[in-house]
């Protein structure tokens, strides 16, 4: 059948590819295997549970739940009735949520588990529109919520009632219809309500499927939260290409996940490579043999990488070469990925190009991509037989893009939002003459592969009126193994500075090889020597950036920035205005001078 809306897509899947294990999760211990039978039974029960409880067309239903097969169910529930779905972040803290909720005038709330449930119980009477809430797991049922069990009786009901009513609903949806309601994390102010259609949705998935093959015999992890559409939009990918989904149990079992399933493809945004990449290196420095093995092997997988990028077969003596490294180094490194990974999918954040070129030499791709979720999100991607390190890919089919003269980076297309729910005036600011405004700088190269620069509002403007892109900075400053994290500052200010978190583990290691000694973290922190070493770090980076871009100072936060906190988004984007305002004291101090 023919794909035109996320309805099809249900029924197209599940009538095609009838699996017993179309997703798989794990509870005690063990993965278990959903049957595609079986989530057409359940979603077919949920939806008509939700029409029994007086959702109609294009009514809004609120989801927040961790990544799990009722999340799947709930959607396509949503979708197969004619509402519009409500990711929300279950990080988020009640207020927004209560603002998520009102904003979108959500009818019923879906919720996972007790935390979820008692987070939205406590903002539910500001909720006006808020008839009903249910709850995943049963033993979290109070009195006024209902369980899923319950609202799928429901469904069992209104479909003997009503036998052609879901069928009926279900065909009623247009690809017009608004499909969800994606509220963005934001960096600044109130989050936005992005309105994305069937068709922007189905246009990006249907497009980015003929760029990467999935397939019934791959098999993917899902780690990023379903609530970003960047992990959702590769899930309907997934599923449209028959593709089993395991949900991760949560980001700090990706390790063991990895070796549990071993997987073929996973998503997940640049941190999470750079942490694998971290263990990495500190394994490759065991013992001096190793690390000079391991550095002799780096480098002829670059080497032959590089020669791939062009075409090109190694001459016999560097095959060899590889050959051996292959068995000695690489095949290692892919062993602690499960050792059946056909490639990575990078989004969200820029990916270092030494992590991608890193990654390719030991014989995984990491195919980044870029867009936003105001286009669905992909605009550019990275694909095996496409593949250039350090850019975004090359343009999807369907998405067009024009490079402002200031470097910004419009795009068109079918997968371009509806615009900003109950916010004409926002995206009044974001549309200019049908084009999106991404915000982003970037060009393209002689070969069409697409390369960003920097977000427009995140360049930095000195006090001397230069400007200064802070990201290239933080990216190879990650890249230290002695930085956790790092945020550079100096807007309207003289020069520029850095937050510095430092890896403390590894930095007490170093102390304690240079006899350095402190009775307490912040007193390691303030030690002239330690100083000295972070002024070394920056010193290296400094060499390759012109004086006005240098990183003049520096100051340590010894804790790192969280999505509690409110320093960083759920996809990891760091809230400048918020960390900047968080430690003023620090700053001013660092600026005195």
């Not at 098999?219 to 960047?230: D, Y």
């Not at 997934?238 to 980001?251: D, M, R, V």
Request: include cysteine.
């Amino acid at each position: 059948m023919e794909v035109q809306t996320l309805s099809d897509l249900f029924f197209h899947s599940t009538g095609t590819y009838n699996r017993p294990d179309m997703v798989k999760y794990k509870k005690d211990g063990q993965w278990h295997g959903v049957a595609a039978s079986d989530i057409a039974e359940r979603v077919r029960q949920l939806s008509l549970g939700l029409m029994a409880l007086g959702v109609n067309h294009q009514d809004t239903v609120a989801l927040i739940s961790e990544n799990r097969p009722e999340w799947m169910m709930t959607d396509f529930a949503g979708q197969t009735c004619g509402a519009v779905t409500v990711p929300i972040y279950p990080t988020l803290l009640a207020e927004t949520t209560r603002y998520v909720l009102c904003d979108s005038r959500a009818k019923v709330c879906v919720v996972s588990n007790k935390e979820h449930l008692t987070k939205v119980q406590s903002v539910r009477a500001q909720c006006p529109d808020l008839k009903y809430v249910v709850t995943m797991d049963p033993a979290t049922r109070v009195d006024g919520v209902m369980t899923f069990d319950e609202l799928a009786a429901k469904g069992v009901e209104k479909g003997k009632a009503e036998p052609n009513l879901r069928t009926d609903r279900a065909r009623g949806v247009k690809p017009s219809d608004l499909a969800t309601l994606i509220y963005t994390s934001g960096t600044t102010g109130d989050p936005k309500g992005v309105m994305l259609t069937h068709l922007n949705l189905v246009s990006n998935f249907t497009a980015t499927a003929k760029m990467v093959a999935f397939g019934p015999d791959d098999l993917a992890l899902s780690l990023l939260p379903l609530s970003h559409v960047f992990e959702r939009m590769v899930d309907y990918t997934l599923f449209y290409q028959g593709t089993p989904i395991a949900y991760a149990e949560s980001i700090d079992a990706v390790r063991d996940n990895l070796l549990e399933l071993k997987p073929t493809i996973m998503a997940a945004v640049p941190r999470l490579y750079e942490k694998i990449y971290d263990r990495i290196m500190e394994g490759a420095k065991a013992s001096p043999v190793k690390a000079k093995l391991f550095a002799w092997a780096i480098g002829v997988g670059k080497r032959v990488a590089a020669l791939s990028l062009e075409k090109k077969e190694p001459p016999l003596g560097l095959a060899l070469q590889h050959a051996l490294a292959d068995k000695l180094v690489y095949g290692k490194i892919r062993a602690r990925t499960g050792g059946r990974i056909r490639f990575f999918i990078s989004g969200g954040a820029p990916l270092s190009r030494e992590i991608a070129e890193f990654f390719h030499a030991v014989g995984i791709k990491i195919l980044e991509g870029y867009g936003l979720s105001e286009t669905s999100p992909v605009i550019t991607l990275n694909t095996l037989d496409h593949f250039r390190p350090g850019t975004v890919g090359k343009l999807l089919p369907g998405v067009e893009v024009k490079i402002e003269a200031d470097g910004e980076i419009l795009a068109r297309g079918q997968n371009i939002m509806r615009g900003y729910f109950n916010h004409p005036e926002w995206t009044a600011e974001v549309m200019k003459d049908g084009w999106f405004c991404t915000g982003d700088i970037g060009q393209f190269d002689a070969d069409g592969f697409l390369r960003i620069t920097d977000r427009k509002k995140d360049l930095i403007k000195t006090s001397g009126g230069k400007y200064a892109a802070p990201a290239p900075i933080e990216s190879k400053l990650k890249l230290n193994p002695y930085v956790t994290n790092a945020v550079v500052i100096g807007n309207a200010r003289k020069f520029i500075a850095v937050l510095i978190v430092p890896n403390l583990d590894r930095l007490e290691v170093y102390a304690r090889e240079h006899g350095i000694t402190f009775a307490s973290r912040p007193e390691l922190l303030r030690h002239a020597k330690v100083r000295e070493f972070y002024d070394g770090i920056l010193a290296e980076i400094n060499k390759d950036l012109p004086s006005f871009e240098s990183v003049k100072k520096f100051a340590f936060v010894e804790k790192d920035f969280t999505i509690e906190g409110g320093e960083i988004t759920p996809t990891m984007k760091v809230k400048r205005k918020v960390v900047e305002t968080k430690y003023k004291d620090i700053l001013d101090e660092m600026y005195r001078d």
